[in-house]
């Protein structure tokens, strides 16, 4: 594959193929959910006395599970409502000793009828949203932890109104609105249906958030008993499942590994017609295709598994920042994945050009979180070994005709965003050599990077100086340019050109341009040569 691409927004997705707290203490190894981050959303009016009392009397246990449940490893968000929305507890780690108080403190009053805003407080805690423009107290501002399982649990006796205090269809739509973007978040939504109101309607709306994003539903007499078990319920709907993408052909799924390269993952290819097809570069300016693979199940769960696959895109490269260097091309439809191997194909309409850019492949899924954090700023390449969730594939497929130049280009990053960073270049030869033998590579640095190399003292292996900012291999399996200094969010761009003489007609290379900080790859390019004859 790889290359260049941008994403029309308007293709359509085709079809896929088959009481006080414990104080808190270290994480425990082998808790049934692992990570958890739960918010708690719920209808504080007059009418739900009954029901905020029997949670209140299960408070405890609602804290022992959570700690149980999470191996105490845990954040927790409170946001309640009338017909506005009051942001009580954002989510924050381990802090059951300010929620529980919260809770208790919780005193039903008011309402003005129903509907209440239950749409709408679920889309704070959803879309972490701030109060500036909403009748809105406080901000939501927590972040989602992408290796936790993320949960919202609703309660609530009414409608969803909005913050209009009327119920139409338009608010039905919005709350199915809610729970479509927290099932693409990967987040559950349970619901708690308080049988005060026996109105029609209202069972299948909370039914809809439940089914919508794999969490649960329960009902409850207008009394409110069974209310606070019912939230102990939702805490134990965190069955794990497994779905893979590998980053190497020898990948089972189990993370994190030592394969190298993974950044030629074999689960993710493009094609330009409708697939199946063999993989290829993306034509510019025509209809092309994403098809990612996914493998059910990998070691850490079984099961048919429910998401979606996220797809985006940078610069051809290495050492890029997760997300601040990516581009979203586009997310497939929901999907259930059965055991076995299942293909997701993603459109888009318009590739830019010239250009040529990598992929990332990322599956998310309420059953299936991601085993590390994707901390913002964090190294690509280090979130692509810690999770079987995500997977990188930068390879150029490049047809030389002998004697006729080729260039394409090969970015440099910084994996450390506080402090310039020194680099090497690698150039790998893993089979028959193309560069020292029927072909040439000369590597543009560009006048920043060239610069930066003389002033580090030009040290290399398997270089030589060609003009005044150009670098030729010169053979060998490896060839490295080393001392390249990256400064913080920098990404510098070279011009790798490869020039083929007679005697490579008929033959295929591979030639592999990486980054390296030290001993960590920080992601590359598998250029694969076609000479033709």
């Excluded at 940078?314 to 439809?333: E, F, N, R, V």
């Excluded at 280090?382 to 999770?387: D, H, I, L, P, Q």
Aim: with cysteine; glycine share 10%.
């Amino acid at each position: 594959m790889t290359a260049a691409f941008a994403f029309a927004a308007a293709a359509a997705f085709l079809p896929v193929v088959p009481a006080a707290a414990a104080p808190a203490g270290a994480p425990q190894a082998n808790s049934p959910c692992g990570p958890l981050d739960v918010a708690f959303v719920v209808d504080d009016t007059g009418s739900m006395g009954p029901a905020l009392t029997n949670i209140k009397s299960e408070l405890g246990n609602i804290a022992t599970a959570v700690q149980a449940n999470s191996g105490n490893d845990y954040q927790l968000g409170l946001v309640t409502f009338k017909d506005d929305v009051t942001v009580r507890t954002d989510l924050a780690p381990l802090n059951l000793a300010a929620v529980t108080p919260q809770i208790n403190a919780l005193t039903p009053v008011g309402g003005n009828g129903e509907p209440e805003a239950s749409d709408e407080a679920v889309n704070t805690a959803v879309n972490d949203l701030p109060a500036a423009g909403r009748p809105q107290t406080g901000d939501f501002s927590g972040t989602w932890r992408t290796n936790a399982t993320k949960m919202v649990i609703l309660v609530t006796d009414a409608h969803p109104g909005g913050f209009d205090d009327t119920f139409t269809a338009a608010d039905q739509a919005n709350a199915h609105l809610r729970a479509v973007q927290a099932a693409n978040k990967g987040i559950k939504v349970s619901a708690v249906y308080v049988q005060t109101n026996a109105l029609p309607g209202i069972s299948t709306i909370m039914q809809d958030y439940a089914t919508t994003t794999g969490g649960t539903y329960a009902a409850t007499p207008a009394s409110g008993a069974g209310a606070g078990a019912a939230i102990l319920d939702a805490l134990k709907n965190c069955r794990k499942t497994d779905v893979f993408i590998k980053d190497a052909p020898a990948d089972t799924g189990v993370a994190p590994h030592g394969l190298n390269p993974i950044w030629t993952s074999p689960d993710i290819k493009v094609c330009t017609t409708l697939p199946p097809c063999a993989g290829t570069n993306p034509v510019v300016g025509a209809a092309n295709y994403v098809v990612v693979t996914l493998n059910n199940p990998g070691p850490g769960g079984s099961g048919a598994s429910t998401g979606h696959v996220e797809v985006s895109y940078t610069a051809q490269g290495g050492a890029a920042l997760w997300p601040t260097d990516w581009i979203p091309i586009g997310s497939s439809p929901t999907v259930t994945v059965p055991a076995g191997t299942t293909q997701v194909t993603i459109p888009w309409a318009a590739v830019p050009g010239p250009g040529h850019f990598c992929l990332l492949a990322r599956w998310i899924s309420a059953t299936d979180p991601m085993t590390s954090p994707e901390l913002p700023g964090s190294n690509t390449l280090v979130n692509t070994r810690n999770n079987n969730n995500i997977a990188w594939h930068n390879v150029d497929t490049i047809k030389l005709r002998p004697g006729t130049p080729v260039t394409h280009p090969f970015t440099l990053g910084n994996p450390a965003a506080d402090r310039p960073t020194p680099t090497d270049l690698l150039i790998t030869q893993p089979g028959k050599p193309f560069a020292g033998g029927p072909g040439k590579v000369v590597i543009d640095l560009g006048k920043v990077l060239a610069e930066r190399w003389r002033q580090s003292g030009q040290k290399g292996i398997g270089v030589r100086q060609v003009g005044e900012t150009q670098v030729e291999i010169t053979g060998g399996q490896q060839a490295v340019l080393q001392g390249l200094l990256i400064q913080p969010k920098e990404r510098l761009e070279t011009a790798v050109t490869f020039t083929a003489a007679d005697a490579a007609a008929g033959t295929d290379f591979v030639v592999r341009v990486s980054q390296s900080s030290g001993d960590e790859d920080l992601g590359g390019v598998e250029f694969q040569l076609s000479a033709e004859g």
